[in-house]
């Protein structure tokens, strides 16, 4: 089973800047997508941003142009490169693994523990 490790959260200033990291251990093979989500007090999980096993990402339109995602698929690991914060990306982050079959169904699907990002003065 692969888990994951998160890190790289905590507080920062509006304005400032955070990178998130996630790493899984073991291999993951075929196609996948890793992402990360993120739950404010009150609020659902919802989606920041994925990078596919094929290098596609996509984002939650309120990170857009803020933030960026990448991979590392040599060290199976995944980056939350986070810009200009605001206090409304206050948040426990999420990092999340789904192993995808050739029609794009979900075979299996990990979650990290979440990290803390906290954005205030």
């Known amino acids: 089973q692969v888990q994951l490790v998160e890190s790289g959260g905590g507080l920062v200033q509006p304005g400032g800047s955070l990178r998130l990291s996630c790493a899984a251990s073991g291999s993951i093979l075929g196609r996948y997508t890793m992402g990360w989500y993120r739950q404010a007090p009150g609020k659902e999980r919802e989606l920041v941003a994925t990078?596919?096993?094929?290098?596609?990402?996509a984002y939650a339109d309120s990170v857009k142009a803020r933030f960026t995602i990448s991979s590392d698929n040599a060290k199976n690991t995944v980056y939350l490169q986070m810009n200009s914060l605001k206090p409304e990306d206050t948040a426990v982050y999420y990092c999340?693994?789904?192993?995808?079959?050739?029609?794009?169904?979900?075979?299996?699907?990990?979650w990290g523990p979440g990290t803390q990002v906290t954005v205030s003065s």
């Open positions: 990078v596919t096993s094929g290098d596609s990402t």
């Open positions: 999340n693994v789904r192993r995808l079959d050739t029609i794009g169904s979900i075979l299996w699907n990990v």
